[in-house]
C-alpha cells in the first residue's frame, strides 16, 4: 500500500477524524491546567484568556507552542509554561492512523 505524501510525517493537520486528547480527557485537561497555572507577579487587574495553540505530534509530544490571542505578555509566558509540563497526550488519528494535529486551547486567567 501506497501512504499518500498527505499522511506523511511532516503534515500538521487542523482537523482530524478523532482529536488528539489530554490523558482522561477534557474535565482532566482543566483541572491540570487549574492545579497548574500559577498568577504572575503584576500589579495591575488584568483577566481574560490567552488563547493558545500547539502540535499534538504522533509520538504524543508537544512542539511549535503559539500564541493566538495574547493577553499580557507575563500571562502569555505562564500559558506557555503550564503546557510545556503537559503529560503525553494521545495523538489525533486520520483515516485510522496517527497524525500530527493542532491543538488550540482557551487559558483563562481570572480572579476569584
Known amino acids: 500500500m501506497v501512504i499518500p505524501k498527505l499522511y506523511q510525517d511532516s503534515t500538521i493537520f487542523e482537523a482530524v477524524d478523532q482529536m488528539p486528547q489530554f490523558p482522561g480527557g477534557n474535565d482532566s485537561l482543566l483541572s491540570y491546567i487549574s492545579k497548574n497555572l500559577k498568577w504572575p507577579n503584576i500589579d495591575a487587574d488584568v483577566q ?18 503559539e500564541i493566538l490571542r495574547s493577553l499580557d505578555p507575563l500571562f502569555d509566558a505562564e500559558a506557555i ?20 494535529c493542532w491543538y488550540t486551547i482557551p487559558i483563562t486567567f481570572k480572579l476569584e
Open 81 to 100: 509554561r503550564v503546557i510545556k509540563t503537559f503529560p503525553k497526550f494521545i495523538p489525533g488519528k486520520q483515516n485510522g492512523k496517527a497524525v500530527n
Open 48 to 65: 481574560g484568556k490567552v488563547i493558545v495553540r500547539f502540535v499534538v505530534n504522533i509520538d504524543s509530544s508537544i512542539s511549535d507552542i
